[in-house]
């Protein structure tokens, strides 16, 4: 089993929708959870940090955090093509060490 | 300055080469990192450093040698490397390496082996 798991997609949601990213993960022990974008050809770039069962919102950008079923997930609002990019789910676990899972394409289209 | 930079972005180098990766951050992060990408495929962990000091060699060759001069630069030097070796080398900062920090990656450099 894949310490952190993603569909790969791609995942193609008309402009204005929203669009629904999941990850799951293995190690019970995680501490910390976040969401990184990365357009083709770039560095990963932060945009969700979540570490309590719950929700968090930023803008467009909503994680949800379900520990006990060990399931992240981001929600983003009214997609623009600007959104469409890689988007990779990390978790800090044990040692403290980022592990990425294999990312998820999102294609916005107009 | 909220900014990781790496240097060169683009290096193409020989299998019998000596080269190096550069890394500066000013966010007075204590850990770094050095991280390799392979196309489509998600930054996989080579080395942390924390409070200047390597706390995390993910097994990698012995071709790839990091140094941490002080706490703001980080190299990786890369000596007879392979052609399977070419992919996009990923420096990232965070405040320490316990917490709940996310990292800080830089633009990365993307490195071909011929």
């Known amino acids: 089993q894949k310490e952190v798991e993603q569909n790969s997609g791609p995942l193609s949601v008309p402009e204005g929708a929203i669009a629904s990213l999941n990850c799951t993960y293995s190690d019970r022990g995680s501490q910390s959870f976040f969401w990184y974008r990365q357009y083709s050809g770039k560095s990963p770039e932060l945009i969700m940090s979540i570490y309590s069962n719950g929700d968090k919102e930023d803008g467009r950008f909503t994680a949800q955090l379900n520990k006990a079923s060990q399931y992240v997930s981001l929600l983003i609002r009214d997609s623009q093509p600007s959104d469409s990019a890689t988007y990779l789910c990390?978790?800090?676990?044990?040692?403290?060490?980022?592990?990425f899972g294999t990312g998820t394409q999102l294609k916005v289209e107009l | 300055d909220t900014e990781v930079t790496q240097t060169p972005k683009h290096l193409v180098m020989g299998m019998t080469n000596k080269k190096s990766l550069k890394c500066e951050q000013h966010m007075g992060h204590r850990a770094m990192y050095w991280y390799k990408q392979k196309a489509k495929k998600p930054p996989e962990l080579m080395f942390v450093y924390s409070y200047e000091k390597l706390s995390i060699n993910e097994s990698v060759p012995s071709r790839f040698s990091p140094e941490c001069p002080n706490s703001s630069l980080l190299n990786l030097h890369l000596h007879a490397l392979q052609p399977e070796d070419s992919a996009l080398y990923l420096c990232a900062s965070s405040q320490n390496r316990e917490g709940y920090y996310g990292y800080t990656f830089g633009s990365g450099t993307r490195l071909t082996v011929v």
């Open positions: 990390a978790v800090r676990g044990g040692g403290n060490k980022l592990t």
